[in-house]
């Protein structure tokens, strides 16, 4: 723990701070001019996209699939996933967040005859209401709900409340036509990636994604192990993501879940 995060852990807390957004005219190899909009906070500035992205994700997405972004932040994921499904297809990108959410939201607008982004202003929770997010600074920008980890350990001293909702029935309630294309599902949720990707089981289960999970540096050995046996129980080969522009790393299993402090797998169905 650095001496700032203890400090502001025992009420030592700047004031709140929240930072504008640009847009930027990225030009990608394969894709020509797309409009990216960057939120201007300070730890933001390394968000961006580029072709390497996007052709990664065409390896496994086609034209006209669903994609769901679950953590979407500025929309630095949303964007590629976008526009590797193309126009006919859909990325929902969720991001409760209110102070990320509008630069998401301006991502969402932008680009309108090459992607179709549906920004969603909730977290994925098991049940509706509203819940308590811990962030890392008084701009609310990294952070998420740190489900069974101790405050003096995950070190994220900024409290904001937040709306979740079952992401499974909103989808069976909202989006009934596109849960059949549903290809690939990414969640970066602070440790909370398990208690999601469970409360979405019958639909990964009806729909058989790819899935990209974030295994958190403060996950504990059991619950990693948990969540490895999640994915081979429902018949998914669990992968070490190797990178924005090559998914899929070395095999992981149980026996190999300390082996990194930080890392995301990628999880391929069976067939």
Same mark, same amino acid.
């Given at each position: ?37 960057? =939120? @201007? ?7 961006g996209i580029d072709q ?5 994700? $065409?390896?496994?997405?086609? *034209? ?30 969720? /991001? *409760? ?21 549906? *920004? ?9 209401? /509203? ?33 979740g909702r079952n992401l ?40 058989? *994604?790819?899935?990209?999970? /974030? ?5 504990? $050995? ?6 490895? !046996?999640?994915?081979? $129980? @429902? ?23 300390? $082996? =990194? ?9 069976? !067939?």
């Open positions: 723990m650095k001496l700032k995060e203890l400090a502001y852990l025992l009420g030592l807390k700047p004031p709140l701070r929240t930072y504008g957004v640009e847009v930027l005219c990225v030009d990608l190899s394969g894709e020509g001019c797309i409009d990216f909009a960057r =939120w @201007l906070h300070p730890r933001d500035r390394g968000h390497g992205m996007v052709d990664a994700l $065409r390896t496994f997405l086609r *034209p006209g699939d669903v994609a769901i972004d679950i953590g979407a932040h500025c929309g630095d994921t949303a964007v590629p996933m976008a526009l590797a499904v193309g126009r006919q297809g859909a990325v929902l990108a969720l /991001e *409760p967040n209110p102070y990320v959410f509008p630069v998401l939201a301006r991502n969402a607008e932008l680009n309108p005859d090459r992607t179709h982004i549906i *920004p969603l202003m909730f977290a994925a929770t098991p049940t509706d209401g /509203e819940f308590e997010f811990e962030y890392s600074d008084a701009a609310f920008s990294n952070g998420g709900r740190h489900e069974g980890i101790s405050r003096w350990r995950h070190a994220h001293a900024f409290q904001l409340k937040v709306q499974q029935n909103y989808l069976r309630a909202e989006h009934a036509s596109l849960v059949p294309r549903l290809r690939y599902v990414k969640v970066d949720a602070e440790g909370y990636d398990l208690t999601i990707l469970r409360s979405l089981e019958d639909t990964l289960l009806e729909t058989r *994604p790819f899935i990209r999970a /974030e295994v958190y540096r403060h996950t504990r $050995r059991a619950r990693r192990i948990k969540m490895i !046996g999640f994915f081979e $129980r @429902l018949g998914y080969t669990v992968y070490k993501f190797g990178g924005e522009r090559a998914y899929r790393g070395e095999h992981v299993s149980a026996a190999d879940v300390m $082996r =990194w402090t930080h890392y995301d797998i990628f999880c391929v169905p069976a !067939g």
